[in-house]
């Protein structure tokens, strides 16, 4: 089949039949299947094999004035985007009568009038600038139940134990919240996750090797600072490699943490190890600087709520750089990135990592969920580590990671590529309509317009294949949720009404929950799917259906908050809607 079809493009759903000439048919193929006929063509980009046209790059804007270094979508389709504040102006004014700043910046007092911080609404194209008071440089931060910014730590003595929120408006009024709270210890380039009861415990950071919860409950068993012996351990002396601790909320309740090339099951509720797990076979850093990605793959109910425990747990990790690769950076010396994934089921009695190849090299690359259940892996380089100017050769080629596909030698797919390099300080996340928002790179320490990989203030939105035009008829189209008092309930059915133009029984409508991940340094906390059971699906008219499915079983498996619900038919998903789970 790849002999015919080997000068076709397939970027469309609609694959010709071969016929007696004078006369053409067509069929509609599912998403998975034109992936499947896409990754057995013969590819003459760059000798990488799996090589997909699909997907497209639109740019939004070619300068929102920021640097998206941090971003994170809200519950009414806004995107908070910011950098840092005290690194010299941005190409963004405050409004007149805003505050400014005033700081010390190359031995020089600043008078910053410009903002760091802007708000995007995707459904009108257009931002506002935000003051933020504090250093934000290299902070973290999650959603909290309410869906408000909680944002914690940055740089220096304004910003580094700063806990900031921001609470999402639908007119011009909401603004960045300082509180009068501070961390008790130092959090630059630490790692935050949404817990069950609905706090955040935030880990790590610069020489800080500790963890702590917000909000505070006025209980002296977690209002204090825990010494977590795992990060000292963990740190390369003159590199460290274990900052931005990989996290992820298991659906037993314990946390996963990976630091450096090591992993364990947390125990957060009584500060112990409940399991050391295997290091991956592979001698490479994960963590900044070397800055690989991680991800928890999509948790699929499968009769969860009817007596079969919990679900399987799977972590998917990619990309890095070698031992030593960060100081050699400094010497412009920028070996290669690592290829290498590792995929351990958490949910196995001895888990072990199963090692995997992308197609190519990877450093600072972001790995986000599709509402398919598939990964993307977006940005970055093939050489060198995460800092000031520590990376060349930029990876302009997306590459898909097909999550259920059971050959790994098919699992990989490289889409189309940008012309745009994404870099040091990039970020990327899902948003409602499957699109990707890309923004930032800014490996230097200052806007800088004039080096090989300049600052970048431009926005981008990358088009997943399943949005291809001819993909419509596969879509589905939400008219309607219910749901008791408008809120998802653990374990409760609700029922999802929506259009369809062209059903195909097999393989069945799905529905996922997935959360707006805030995304920095290559790592989008947070991020968490939940594909929940169907308990009946009806046909109301020629093109309208109604799902009904239940909510997930606990806040173990879906922390309280806002979630983007998502169908999934054939391939191809829908708009995402939100609704609150609790």
């Known amino acids: 089949m790849a002999s015919v079809f080997k000068n076709l493009s397939f970027s469309s759903s609609i694959i010709p039949c071969i016929v007696p000439i004078f006369f053409s048919c067509f069929f509609i193929v599912s998403h998975s299947e034109y992936l499947s006929l896409t990754t057995s063509l013969p590819s003459s ?26 971003m994170q979508l809200l519950k009414n389709d806004k995107v908070i985007i910011f950098d840092w504040t005290d690194m010299g102006p941005s190409n963004l004014s405050l409004p007149d009568g805003a505050a400014c700043r005033h700081y010390l910046f190359h031995n020089r007092t600043i008078n910053d009038c410009t903002a760091h911080s802007l708000i995007y609404d995707l459904a009108t194209d257009t ?15 999650a959603l909290d139940a309410n869906g408000a910014l909680v944002q914690t730590g940055g740089y220096g003595d304004n910003g580094i134990r700063r806990i ?13 919240v300082e509180l009068p709270t501070n961390l008790f210890d130092r959090r630059w380039y630490a790692s935050n996750q949404i817990l069950p009861d609905g706090r955040v415990i935030v880990v790590g950071g610069r020489k800080a090797f500790t963890y702590e919860f917000y909000p505070k409950k006025n209980d002296e068993s977690y209002d204090k600072l ?25 659906p037993d309740g314990n946390l996963f943490i990976f630091a450096n090339n090591r992993s364990i099951l947390f125990d957060h509720s009584n500060n112990r190890i409940v399991k050391e797990l295997p290091g991956m076979p592979v001698a490479v850093k994960r963590n900044y600087p070397s800055t690989g990605s991680s991800v928890l793959l999509p948790l699929k109910m499968n009769g969860v709520l009817s007596g079969s425990g919990l679900p399987e747990v799977e972590i998917l990790i990619c ?13 412009k010396i920028h070996v290669g990135a690592s290829n290498s994934c590792g995929r351990i089921k ?19 690359s972001d790995m986000l969920l599709l509402p398919t259940g598939d990964v993307i892996i977006i940005n970055g380089a093939s050489n060198g580590t ?33 012309s745009i390099p994404r870099m040091y300080h990039s970020a990327a996340i899902l948003v409602p309509d499957g699109k990707i928002l890309v923004g930032g790179s800014n490996p230097h ?10 600052t970048d203030l431009s926005l981008q939105a990358f088009h997943p294949p399943y949005l291809g035009p001819l993909f419509a008829p596969l879509r589905p189209s939400i008219l309607s949720v219910e749901t008791r008092d408008d809120t998802v309930s653990y374990g409760q059915e609700f029922s999802v009404t929506f259009v369809l133009s062209v059903y195909r029984a097999d393989p069945r409508i799905s529905v996922a929950l997935v959360t707006p991940s805030f995304t920095t340094h290559s790592f989008a906390m947070n991020q968490r799917m939940v594909v929940l059971d169907v308990a009946l699906l009806e046909h109301l008219s020629t093109t309208a259906y109604k799902i009904t499915a239940y909510g997930p079983p606990k806040n173990t498996v879906a922390p309280p908050g806002y979630y983007l619900l998502f169908l999934v038919h054939a391939g191809t998903p829908s708009h995402g809607v939100w609704v609150r789970v609790q």
């Not at 699909?54 to 004035?65: A, D, Y």
């Open 346 to 364: 958490l949910s196995d009695p001895h888990p072990k990592w199963v090692m995997e190849e992308m197609p190519m090299p990877r450093v600072m």
């Open 386 to 418: 995460a800092g000031w100017d520590a990376a060349e050769n930029p990876v302009f080629n997306p590459v898909l990671y097909r999550t259920y596909e059971s050959n790994p030698d098919r699992r990989f797919v490289v889409l189309n590529p940008s």
């Open 127 to 141: 931002s506002r600038p935000l003051f933020v008071a504090s250093e934000t440089w290299c902070s973290s931060g």
């Open 164 to 176: 900031r929120t921001f609470s999402p408006c639908d007119d011009d009024s909401c603004q960045w």
């Open 226 to 250: 825990f010494y977590f012996r795992f990060l000292a351990e963990t740190n390369d002396q003159g590199e460290e490699n274990n900052l931005y601790p990989f996290l992820h909320l298991l």
């Open 445 to 454: 320490n200052e806007y800088n317009f004039r080096r090989a990989f300049p």
């Open 319 to 331: 990309g890095g750089a070698l031992p030593g690769a960060f100081n050699l950076s400094k010497n």
């Open 45 to 70: 980009t760059n000798k990488i094999s799996n090589v997909s046209d699909g997907g497209e790059w639109v740019l939004l804007h070619k300068s929102i004035g920021v640097s998206a270094m941090h």
